[in-house]
């Protein structure tokens, strides 16, 4: 394994990930605030909330961005196109599975079932994040993809 590469690579995928999530919420085509979801987990003021997600959501990209590495040195080769294929598998995954155990870890994110409460205020996600907009889940498919394609394309295998 290039620990160097998958540093940089790493680190450079998810803050283009990020930033890909930034601006689909900017742009309206989601509601969804991933870094804010995060730090919302850490502490309940709204301000540090972003920073410490931003944080979390970078350590979390590089904790998955060596997933990827991993699988590109078992299969010898790393692509673009191999990469967006595992980030689209990420993204649905994070989208069927994470979003749909988020009210149950999240201290702070009601549940369907049982509604908003004074520390629950946060809406839940919903089946692939739908609550948060109909075009959330196009946003974290494709900015999971575009975090694989540049892994992909630019990680080095030792």
């Known amino acids: 394994m290039n620990v160097a590469s998958w540093l940089l690579w790493g680190f450079a995928s998810t803050l283009l990930l990020t930033t890909t999530l930034a601006v689909s919420q900017a742009l309206g085509l989601?509601?969804?605030n991933m870094p804010y979801m995060l730090g919302t987990m850490f502490t309940a003021d709204r301000d540090r909330a972003r920073l410490f997600g931003f944080v979390a959501h970078l350590?979390?990209?590089?904790?998955?961005?060596?997933?990827?590495?991993?699988?590109f040195q078992s299969w010898g080769v790393a692509s673009w196109?191999?990469?967006s294929l595992i980030g689209v598998l990420h993204g649905l995954f994070v989208l069927v599975?994470?979003?749909?155990m988020?009210?149950?870890i999240h201290p702070?994110?009601?549940s369907?079932?049982?509604g908003p409460t004074a520390n629950r205020q946060l809406e839940p996600p919903g089946f692939m994040a739908i609550n948060y907009g109909i075009r959330t889940p196009i946003s974290v498919l494709v900015s999971h993809a575009v975090f694989g394609a540049v892994l992909g394309a630019?990680?080095?295998?030792?």
Do not use: C
């Open 81 to 83: 196109w191999r990469g």
């Open 97 to 100: 599975i994470g979003m749909a």
């Open 154 to 158: 630019f990680y080095k295998l030792a």
């Open 102 to 104: 988020l009210p149950g």
């Open 108 to 110: 702070r994110i009601a």
């Open 59 to 71: 350590v979390n990209g590089l904790v998955f961005s060596l997933l990827y590495v991993f699988v």
């Open 112 to 114: 369907e079932q049982h």
């Open 30 to 32: 989601t509601r969804m």
